[in-house]
């Protein structure tokens, strides 16, 4: 059964601190991975990967993906208080009708205090 | 417009009811998605629209859920004889192919009593 786990489930942190969010996958069909913001209600897209070893980068957040470990970093740099959210992985994959779509860890809960 | 909207923002029912989740995408996107989320969990896949046609109906939980998208734009989530399980905040996304990173709307919490 395809599956995505990330880790650690919740991190508290320092504002200033870096810090790096690991998300595993297994899944049959890879497509792409992909990295969610959820503060409130929705999440916001962040990062899109599809080729190993390739960074994405915005602003303090980066990310890169690497095919053969089956995984993906998050990096946030010099952590504010605003960063304080939810932060979700998701694998794109094809499914047995091939059909694309979404399977989603279950987060990691960052917490950065002033 | 700007971004994906759905309504109602919250939604408050009975046991038994019908009620219709409302989504409008971002403008000239073709693929829409529903997704629901219970608290402390990832967002759970439900049904996804190339145009019109439901390309992807497979996460709809029962026959009680149905959606559709008449013109490729806005999509309606209709659910019959709502249960308390039902509750829970159903996101809507949208992009602009398969494909192509999903933009989520804000979410309607519906609470089922």
């Known amino acids: 059964e395809d599956k995505v786990v990330q880790s650690p489930l919740s991190l508290v942190v320092h504002e200033g601190d870096t810090v790096t969010l690991n998300c595993s996958y297994e899944?049959?069909?890879?497509?792409?991975l992909l990295w969610y913001k959820q503060e409130k209600k929705a999440p916001t897209f962040l990062f899109m990967l599809?080729?190993s070893g390739i960074e994405k980068k915005s602003g303090r957040l980066s990310s890169i993906l690497d095919k053969k470990e089956l995984s993906s970093i998050l990096n946030i740099t010099a952590t504010q208080t605003g960063d304080s959210a939810i932060y979700l992985c998701?694998?794109?994959?094809?499914?047995?009708?091939?059909?694309?779509?979404?399977?989603w860890g279950l987060g990691t809960s960052l917490a950065v205090n002033p | 417009g700007a971004g994906v909207s759905q309504t109602p923002s919250n939604k408050v029912t009975e046991k038994g009811k019908y009620v219709e989740l409302r989504c409008d995408p971002i403008s000239g996107h073709t693929a829409l998605y529903w997704y629901r989320q219970s608290l402390g969990q990832g967002p759970e896949f439900l049904i996804y629209f190339q145009g019109t046609g439901a390309a992807d109906d497979s996460g709809l939980p029962n026959d009680r859920f149905f959606a559709v998208r008449p013109e490729g734009s806005v999509s309606t989530l209709k659910i019959q004889r709502t249960e308390r399980g039902d509750s829970a905040v159903y996101l809507c996304?949208?992009?602009?192919?398969?494909?192509?990173?999903?933009?989520f709307g804000p979410g309607t919490r519906l609470t089922v009593l």
């Open positions: 599809t080729s």
């Open positions: 899944v049959t069909n890879f497509r792409s």
């Open positions: 996304a949208s992009s602009l192919t398969r494909g192509r990173e999903q933009y």
């Open positions: 998701a694998v794109e994959a094809y499914n047995a009708g091939n059909n694309r779509k979404l399977i």
